[in-house]
């Protein structure tokens, strides 16, 4: 049996942020295919090792992304007998275009053992991890079991869709035969601070509560015993000088005339991200070699060992982050 290498935090986040936002299709059959497209890969930070062992295709779609006046809308796609391939029709002159059976894949990624990867990260015992092969709700919310965090054992779930199915999810959690506490994990937002939460069920996005560990990663125990006791977690300061927006991957500093950059490679998106939340933390200063573990986790041996050759051929790095003779990077804010 081989043994798949732990993930790091940025692979872990990329593939819940595929199986967050996870859509359905249909087929020639007229099947529901849920899972991502081929095309919606491009910028995809998986290695190929990963995508090999986490996405399975589970069937083909039967529309295709075209540009339409500066808009992308969803061709119909069919199968063109004389040309023995499948072909679109691009507007505005209705010309067919093939398209690769390949381009049209759906792949899914199996929640069973996406599940039992979250439980490893969140070092639940296997004994433990009751609800992973049945979901409580059918794709959108798993009961992993009990973790141990500082000698109280807790129910930790994680949810999917959380933004569309909260009332669907609260109404699960109101059953009288489930303990009154528990952590929800999301793979999207956590939930709003206008709606509170149900019972003493404290909901967190799953970003947040993820630290580096010698083995990929895990969760901060002690920042789960904070908010068991009633803290709040730390919230992202957007009135500060340095904001990133992790859907467009755009980093802004509001104290330099500098125009918003748009972030394109996955890995220099992670070095942006960590270093934006070292800051939210008041660090100005973050180590190099804290960086790359951040991005790179226990694969980080053989690959880039300086933050300057993960952004080599983009100079424009160096308008917005600086760097110190003791191998420090923080953000030019003046």
């Given at each position: 049996m081989n043994v798949y290498p732990p993930l790091t935090i940025t692979s872990l986040l990329e593939l819940t942020r595929l199986f967050e936002y996870s859509s359905v299709f249909l087929n020639d059959q007229g099947q529901r295919l849920l899972g991502v497209p081929q095309w919606a890969l491009t910028h995809c930070c998986l290695t190929p090792q990963e995508r090999a062992h986490w996405l399975v295709p589970i069937g083909y779609a039967t529309v295709y992304p075209v540009h339409v006046n500066g808009n992308r809308v969803l061709a119909d796609v069919s199968f063109d007998?004389?040309?023995?391939?499948?072909?679109?029709?691009?507007?505005?002159?209705?010309?067919?275009?093939?398209?690769?059976?390949?381009?049209?894949?759906?792949?899914?990624?199996?929640?069973?053992?996406?599940?039992?990867?979250?439980?490893?990260?969140?070092?639940?015992?296997v004994a433990l991890r009751t609800?992973?092969?049945?979901?409580?709700?059918?794709?959108?919310?798993?009961?992993?079991?009990k973790i141990r965090i500082h000698a109280v054992w807790v129910d930790i779930w994680c949810a999917r869709h959380l933004s569309v199915k909260t009332a669907q999810i609260f109404h699960h959690l109101k059953n009288k035969q489930l303990?009154?506490?528990?952590?929800?994990?999301?793979?999207?937002?956590?939930?709003?601070?206008?709606?509170?939460p149900h019972r003493q069920y404290h909901f967190l996005a799953l970003k947040q509560v993820l630290c580096v560990r010698a083995a990929?990663?895990?969760?901060?125990?002690?920042?789960?015993?904070?908010?068991l006791g009633?803290?709040?977690?730390?919230?992202?300061?957007?009135?500060?000088?340095?904001?990133?927006?992790?859907?467009?991957?755009?980093?802004?500093?509001?104290?330099?005339?500098?125009?918003?950059?748009?972030?394109?490679?996955?890995?220099?998106?992670a070095v942006v991200r960590y270093l934006v939340d070292q800051r939210h933390?008041?660090?100005?200063?973050?180590?190099?070699?804290?960086?790359?573990a951040y991005v790179y986790g226990a694969q980080q041996q053989g690959h880039s060992r300086?933050?300057?050759?993960?952004?080599?051929?983009?100079?424009?790095?160096?308008?917005?982050?600086?760097?110190?003779?003791?191998?420090?990077?923080?953000?030019?804010?003046?």
């Open positions: 007998p004389e040309a023995n391939h499948y072909v679109y029709r691009s507007e505005p002159s209705f010309c067919k275009r093939s398209v690769s059976m390949e381009d049209l894949a759906i792949l899914a990624i199996p929640d069973d053992q996406l599940m039992q990867s979250l439980a490893d990260v969140c070092e639940v015992p609800g992973i092969e049945t979901p409580a709700i059918t794709d959108v919310l798993w009961h992993l079991g303990p009154d506490t528990g952590l929800v994990l999301t793979f999207g937002a956590p939930l709003p601070e206008v709606i509170p990929g990663c895990g969760i901060d125990e002690d920042l789960l015993h904070r908010v009633g803290a709040s977690l730390p919230a992202t300061d957007q009135s500060g000088p340095v904001r990133f927006d992790s859907y467009s991957n755009t980093l802004v500093i509001t104290t330099k005339s500098l125009a918003p950059w748009i972030i394109k490679g996955a890995r220099q998106q933390k008041d660090r100005a200063w973050v180590p190099s070699h804290e960086i790359l300086r933050i300057s050759d993960i952004f080599r051929g983009n100079p424009l790095w160096q308008e917005y982050i600086t760097t110190s003779a003791k191998g420090l990077y923080g953000f030019k804010l003046d």
